[in-house]
């Protein structure tokens, strides 16, 4: 796939949460053959904004809120959008993020795909499937139901796809997002009291509670690294205090002069590597599937875990108030935050399906004001948080995710996945963090491999 330099402008921000956000947030099967997608352009002429009027409907569904207060808020509204469209069912196949990414291909290119499913942005997945032509722009159906003044601009571009399938970030929308989300640190409150230590202020200082934590014999970071994907996250936290927000934007993006090579990178993976050599990381980390690593932290058998904020209700079921939760701390005390985030998978309606314009009012109905108060309540982080986000106990696990988004949205402290970076770099970067933290093979080595994906990609 040939790949011009991604242009600046409109790609900056790109995964960012816009100071916009403050001001506008704080407060049936398809066709049964495999000919290609009959339903590749715009939405037709005349759009059916009522589904009551649709006739008999069924909409198949695939999404991967499997997880605590996702899956209870998509279960809630699917049965209020049943409820408000009788003549409508929703059939929800629901699989985690590893097992969609795994079958979602293969069933988008079937003879009966879903009508409507959850897509990863970037290279590896969204812009594959509209270059195959297998998702619906949705532009008309933005303009209709109001998305454009409902969310930030950043927010909308992140599920943007270019008509050259050479950039994501513009051009036409292919999908819409729920919920906000950042990679946080999860702390137990009590046991950091009982270790007598306090939340960090700065970065210096969180590195700095690891050996002693280590030395009174419990686990620093909970953490489980079989599912290979925890990984990303976990180094890209580290990268984004080593090398600064812009430098990671320009690696993820194409722009500027960076190199997954530069010493900012190379440091991170050292102390990525470091941590797991001294004993930080829970042992056995790479055996362990996230889940697993989740439930023990919730069990009282580590003091943070890092991961997203995604995970918030699940912990908080069995940890309550014990269960505290902060932004990677800043290198100064009082100093802006920056981590990795931007939006949950984006909803897409697929090209073969029979009900688009369905398809479209579920999206506009899981996605709304009501949905956001929903997603709340069930101790989600909506994109654009509402009336029950502000209501939210400051010193709750809730508030202090909807204040760390706020004040994340407020400096421009986003940085994207940098499983974005090109089409294969999911697989490369995940397996290079395996061998990584295994010891298999050197800081070095890790960002050479990187390098080198990025550089094949982008010589293209």
Same mark, same amino acid.
């Given at each position: 796939?040939?790949?011009?330099?991604?242009?600046? !402008?409109?790609?900056?921000?790109?995964?960012?949460?816009?100071?916009?956000?403050?001001?506008?947030?704080?407060?049936?099967?398809?066709?049964?053959?495999?000919?290609?997608?009959?339903?590749?352009?715009?939405?037709?002429?005349?759009?059916?904004?009522?589904?009551?009027?649709?006739? =008999?409907?069924?909409?198949?569904?695939?999404?991967?809120?499997?997880?605590?207060?996702?899956?209870?808020?998509?279960?809630?509204?699917?049965? *209020?959008?049943?409820?408000?469209?009788?003549?409508?069912?929703?059939?929800?196949?629901?699989?985690?993020?590893?097992?969609?990414?795994?079958?979602?291909?293969?069933?988008?290119?079937?003879?009966?795909?879903?009508?409507?499913?959850?897509?990863?942005?970037?290279?590896?997945?969204?812009?594959?499937?509209?270059?195959?032509?297998?998702?619906?722009?949705?532009?008309?159906?933005?303009?209709?139901?109001?998305?454009?003044?409902?969310?930030?601009?950043?927010?909308?571009?992140?599920?943007?796809?270019?008509?050259?399938?050479?950039?994501?970030?513009?051009?036409?929308?292919?999908?819409? /997002?729920?919920?906000?989300?950042?990679?946080?640190?999860?702390?137990?409150?009590?046991?950091?009291?009982?270790?007598?230590?306090?939340?960090?202020?700065?970065?210096?200082?969180?590195?700095?509670?690891?050996?002693?934590?280590?030395?009174?014999?419990?686990?620093?970071?909970?953490?489980?690294?079989?599912? =290979?994907?925890?990984?990303?996250?976990?180094? !890209?936290?580290?990268?984004?205090?080593?090398?600064?927000?812009?430098?990671?934007?320009?690696?993820?993006?194409?722009?500027?002069?960076?190199?997954?090579?530069? /010493?900012?990178?190379?440091?991170?993976?050292?102390?990525?590597?470091?941590?797991?050599?001294?004993?930080?990381?829970?042992?056995?980390?790479?055996?362990?599937?996230?889940?697993?690593?989740?439930?023990?932290?919730?069990?009282? #058998? !580590?003091?943070?875990?890092? #991961?997203?904020?995604?995970?918030?209700?699940?912990?908080?079921?069995?940890?309550?108030?014990?269960?505290?939760?902060?932004?990677?701390?800043?290198?100064?005390?009082?100093?802006? &935050?920056?981590?990795?985030?931007? *939006?949950?998978?984006?909803?897409?309606?697929?090209?073969?399906?029979?009900?688009?314009?369905?398809?479209?009012?579920?999206?506009?109905?899981?996605?709304?004001?009501?949905?956001?108060?929903?997603?709340?309540?069930?101790?989600?982080?909506?994109?654009? &948080?509402?009336?029950?986000?502000?209501?939210?106990?400051?010193?709750?696990?809730?508030?202090?995710?909807?204040?760390?988004?706020?004040?994340?949205?407020?400096?421009?402290?986003?940085?994207?996945?940098?499983?974005?970076?090109?089409?294969?770099?999911?697989?490369?970067?995940?397996?290079?963090?395996?061998?990584?933290?295994?010891?298999?093979?050197?800081?070095?080595?890790?960002?050479?491999?990187?390098?080198?994906?990025?550089?094949?990609?982008?010589?293209?």
């Amino acid at each position: 796939m040939s790949h011009p330099r991604r242009r600046l !402008g409109a790609l900056v921000t790109l995964a960012l949460v816009s100071t916009s956000l403050v001001a506008a947030g704080c407060s049936a099967p398809g066709s049964s053959d495999n000919s290609p997608a009959t339903n590749t352009g715009q939405p037709k002429a005349s759009v059916a904004t009522n589904p009551a009027k649709g006739g =008999k409907v069924t909409l198949n569904v695939w999404d991967q809120e499997v997880r605590g207060g996702q899956n209870a808020e998509m279960t809630q509204l699917n049965k *209020e959008f049943q409820e408000k469209y009788p003549n409508v069912t929703i059939n929800r196949t629901s699989k985690s993020f590893s097992d969609l990414k795994t079958t979602l291909r293969l069933a988008l290119s079937g003879k009966n795909p879903p009508d409507v499913v959850e897509a990863n942005q970037g290279y590896p997945d969204m812009v594959t499937f509209v270059k195959a032509g297998q998702l619906v722009p949705l532009d008309k159906y933005a303009k209709l139901y109001g998305w454009e003044q409902r969310y930030p601009k950043t927010l909308l571009d992140l599920n943007r796809v270019s008509d050259d399938f050479q950039h994501f970030g513009e051009g036409k929308l292919y999908g819409i /997002s729920q919920m906000g989300e950042y990679i946080t640190v999860y702390y137990n409150k009590s046991k950091l009291k009982s270790l007598g230590l306090t939340p960090p202020k700065t970065w210096s200082d969180f590195a700095a509670q690891l050996p002693k934590i280590k030395a009174k014999g419990q686990t620093p970071i909970e953490f489980g690294n079989l599912d =290979k994907w925890p990984a990303i996250h976990t180094f !890209g936290v580290i990268q984004a205090q080593t090398a600064g927000k812009q430098d990671v934007r320009n690696l993820v993006f194409g722009t500027g002069n960076a190199k997954w090579t530069d /010493s900012a990178t190379v440091k991170a993976a050292k102390i990525l590597q470091d941590w797991a050599q001294k004993g930080y990381f829970t042992k056995g980390a790479n055996g362990l599937g996230y889940d697993d690593a989740s439930k023990k932290f919730a069990d009282g #058998t !580590g003091v943070y875990l890092i #991961t997203g904020t995604w995970q918030a209700a699940v912990l908080k079921k069995p940890m309550g108030k014990n269960l505290g939760l902060m932004l990677p701390p800043p290198a100064q005390a009082g100093g802006e &935050p920056t981590t990795t985030g931007g *939006e949950s998978l984006a909803f897409a309606v697929t090209s073969k399906s029979q009900h688009p314009d369905v398809a479209a009012a579920y999206l506009d109905f899981i996605t709304n004001a009501h949905a956001d108060d929903v997603m709340t309540q069930t101790g989600n982080l909506p994109a654009v &948080p509402g009336k029950a986000a502000d209501a939210l106990p400051a010193d709750s696990p809730e508030g202090q995710m909807v204040a760390g988004w706020k004040d994340l949205s407020k400096v421009d402290g986003l940085v994207p996945y940098l499983d974005y970076s090109t089409p294969t770099f999911y697989d490369t970067i995940t397996a290079s963090l395996q061998s990584l933290i295994g010891g298999q093979t050197t800081p070095e080595q890790f960002t050479q491999t990187l390098q080198a994906d990025y550089q094949k990609f982008h010589q293209k």
